[in-house]
C-alpha cells in the first residue's frame, strides 16, 4: 500500500482551529496562562497510512513540542476526525497512552457526522522539551458480535491540535489523511458445471486481510440454496457443515466455511477447500456460489459489517450414463451475486484485490432506519442479492450490508 499520510501547516489552517477546538466544548480566549508568558507549541502526528473497516486499531504517535522560550504547566492535545459522512456514531475508536502501560480511551463526540476528541489528561512542557504520546486508532463498526452494517468509508481525515491552558488556543495543527481498507474474500477453480445428484464439485475459498488491522470475531460464508450439501476438508476428512436459514428467507442458505469467529492477522490470509454437491430437485441451468466475509456477526444470521467478493457461476446439467466429469472455469464470473449494499464507501483499488471498482447506484432509503441499500456493477438483480437484503431489512432494524467493492449479479 502506498502511504498517504501528510502533513500540512498553515498559518490559515492555524487560525482557524478555534473552530474545531469549540467543537469540543472549551471556551477559547487568548487569555494569558499561569506562566511567565505565553508558550510556542508545535505539534506532528506520525498517523498510520492504514487501517482495516471494522478491525483492530494501528498505534502511531503524536509528538508535543515546547520550541517558545516559556514553560508551561497544561499541553492539550485535541483531535478531529473526519470519515467523509459515511460513518455512523459507532464507528470510531481512539485510545491513548499517556504514561504506564493501561490504553486508556480519548472520549469521542460527533457533529455534523464528524468525530472530536481531547486528550483527558494534560501534561508539563519545559521550554525546548518535547513528549511523545502513543496512541491508537480504529474503525470497529460497532462491538463485538454485535457488528453494524450500515456505511463506511475509504478513508480519514486525521486533524491534531495541540494549546495550553484551560483557555489557550490551537497554537499548531497537523493533517493527515489515513486509508481505509478492508477484508476481500474470493472463490477460485470454481467448475464450470455440476451434476444434479451427482459427485460435488470441488474449488477453494480464501479470506484475505490485507490491512495493517488485526481482526477478530471473522466468520466467511459461502452462499448456495437449499439444494445443496456443503464440505470442507479439514485434517485430511471431509467435514459436513451445517447450513444457516433465517425465517425471513428459508430457500437462502449459507455455510461457515472457515468457522465461526475466526481471527485473522494483519497482512494474513486463510483459506480452506470446499466440496458441494447439488441433490435431486436441484433446478437445472445456471447457479451460483457467493462468498461474504462477516465481521461480528451476532445472533442474527448473516448481520455484521460485511465485505463481498465476485460471485461463480455454475451450470447444472442432469445425471446422465457416462457422466461428465466437471471442467473448472477460468475464473469466477464477472457478473457476480453477492448480498447487496450500502454504497456509502467505496475503497481505492488497493483496498482489495479485485480490479473493478463499485460505483454507487440505485440507492434506497427505508424511511425511519437511515438504511441504504445500494445496487452496483451489471443490470439485473440475483436471487441472492435480493435475499440478502430481505433477510437484513427483517432482522435487525433494516440495516444495510456494508459495502465494499461489492458486486451484484443477474440470475
Not at 448480498?339 to 483496498?351: D, R, V
Request: glycine share 10%.
Amino acid at each position: 500500500m502506498n502511504t498517504t499520510a501528510r502533513t500540512l501547516r498553515s498559518s490559515a489552517t492555524v487560525a482557524g482551529a478555534g473552530l474545531l477546538l469549540a467543537a469540543t466544548g472549551v471556551a477559547l480566549a487568548p487569555a494569558a496562562t499561569a506562566d511567565s508568558g505565553p508558550p510556542a507549541l508545535a505539534v506532528s502526528t506520525a498517523a498510520p497510512a492504514e487501517i482495516g473497516l471494522a478491525g483492530q486499531p494501528v498505534g502511531f504517535t503524536t509528538t508535543a513540542s515546547n520550541v517558545g522560550k516559556n514553560d508551561t504547566s497544561s499541553t492539550r492535545l485535541i483531535y478531529h476526525i473526519d470519515g467523509g459522512g459515511g460513518l455512523p456514531p459507532n464507528a470510531l475508536s481512539l485510545q491513548y497512552r499517556l504514561s504506564g502501560t493501561a490504553w486508556k480511551t480519548v472520549p469521542l463526540k460527533m457533529s455534523d457526522l464528524k468525530f472530536f476528541g481531547e486528550l483527558p489528561e494534560t501534561f508539563p512542557l519545559a521550554a525546548g522539551q518535547s513528549r511523545t504520546v502513543q496512541l491508537r486508532i480504529g474503525l470497529p463498526m460497532g462491538t463485538p458480535h454485535n457488528g453494524d452494517s450500515n456505511g463506511g468509508t475509504d478513508h480519514l481525515k486525521l486533524t491534531t491540535m495541540i494549546s495550553y491552558g484551560a483557555a489557550g488556543a490551537a497554537n499548531d495543527v497537523d493533517e493527515d489523511t489515513v486509508k481505509v481498507g478492508a477484508l476481500s474474500t474470493s472463490l477460485s477453480g470454481v467448475p464450470a458445471t455440476a451434476v444434479v445428484g451427482g459427485p460435488g464439485v470441488t474449488f477453494r475459498a480464501t479470506v484475505s486481510n490485507p490491512t495493517p488491522s488485526a481482526y477478530e470475531n471473522v466468520t466467511d460464508v459461502l452462499y448456495t440454496n437449499r439444494h445443496t450439501t456443503v464440505q470442507v476438508l479439514r485434517s485430511g476428512a471431509w467435514k459436513t457443515l451445517k447450513p444457516i436459514t433465517s425465517n425471513a428467507e428459508p430457500d437462502f442458505y449459507g455455510f461457515d466455511v472457515i468457522g465461526k469467529d475466526a481471527s485473522m492477522a494483519a497482512h494474513s490470509s486463510t483459506s480452506v477447500k470446499v466440496r458441494v454437491t447439488y441433490r435431486k430437485g436441484a433446478t437445472l441451468g445456471k447457479t451460483e456460489v457467493s462468498p461474504c466475509a462477516i465481521v461480528n456477526e451476532g445472533s442474527i444470521p448473516f448481520r455484521g459489517s460485511t465485505f463481498c467478493g465476485e460471485s461463480a457461476s455454475i451450470k447444472l446439467t442432469a445425471a446422465a450414463s457416462g457422466r461428465p466429469t466437471p471442467t473448472a472455469s477460468a475464473k469466477p464470473s464477472a457478473t457476480a451475486s453477492a448480498p447487496a449494499g450500502t454504497g456509502t464507501h467505496t475503497p481505492t483499488a488497493s483496498a482489495t484485490p479485485s480490479t473493478t471498482t463499485a460505483a454507487p447506484a440505485d440507492t434506497r432509503t427505508h424511511t425511519g432506519t437511515d438504511t441504504q441499500l445500494a445496487s452496483t456493477g451489471s443490470s439485473g438483480v440475483s436471487a441472492i442479492a435480493v435475499a440478502a437484503a430481505a433477510l437484513v431489512a427483517a432482522g435487525a432494524g433494516a440495516l444495510g450490508f456494508t459495502a465494499l467493492r461489492r458486486r451484484r449479479a443477474r440470475g
